[in-house]
């Protein structure tokens, strides 16, 4: 009618209605995470901030937790095989790319904080980047460390994958690339699947041969690392080689 005031719609009318009720959680998670940091937050609410760009219009709590329920913690999700992440319901491309991107930086910070000094002054950042890189891996890999005579980082490369408990490893193959690369020492690494770090049989004698080809060529083996879900193993700490 002429003259009456405009229609209020009221707090619980259809306007609010429309607004997703995990919205204003978004914002609340966002702001402890501002002022009060990342161990403020549980290790869903942290995969929550994660997925709210890639899926934007559902509430991600079930699905952070769903994640945690298949995978165990927050290291092993963003470090999990797409295609294990593809099983889990409501979990998209786009989002898979956010939690790989989260792993690529982890383990991009951890190698760079190797490579600014050298590797046997630094012997915990070697250990970490090695965990953060393949601690968590589904098939086993066998990695290099190639040191030059100040035992800082030429190179890091993964020279085989094998399965979930054997990688072929070739002694001399080892020896020609640091050859290649003017290494005079290397760190050897590898996983263990299973998640216990102790040194096998085979990864012992596979270490001992190794040595033996490499030290007549001035190359010296500082170490083998053996990295798994639950820590590491060295089997120079180990008086292993």
Known sequence: MPGSSPR?????????????HFHGHRDRLRARFREAGAEALADYELLELLLFRAIPRRDVKP???????KFGSFAEVV??????????A?????????????HAAASRFARGEIRRRPVLASWSAV????????????VEQF???????????IADEVQQRGTVDHTPVYP??????????????????????????TPSQADIQMTKAIVEVATPLGIAVHDHIIVGKSGHASLKGLKLI
């Open 8 to 20: 209020r719609k009221n707090s619980s009318g259809p306007a609010d209605a429309a607004v997703p």
């Open 63 to 69: 699905i952070a937790k769903g994640l945690l329920a």
């Open 79 to 88: 470090a999990a095989p797409e295609a294990r992440l593809k099983e889990v």
């Open 90 to 102: 409501g979990l998209g491309e786009a989002a898979i790319v956010e939690l790989k991107v989260v």
């Open 127 to 138: 250990i970490d980047y090695c965990r953060t890189a393949m601690g968590f891996a589904e």
């Open 143 to 153: 990695r290099i460390l190639f040191l030059d005579k100040r035992n800082q980082l």
């Open 172 to 197: 001399r193959e080892v020896v020609k690339r640091a050859l290649e690369l003017s290494a005079t020492a290397v760190v050897l690494v590898h996983n263990h699947p299973s998640g216990d770090p």
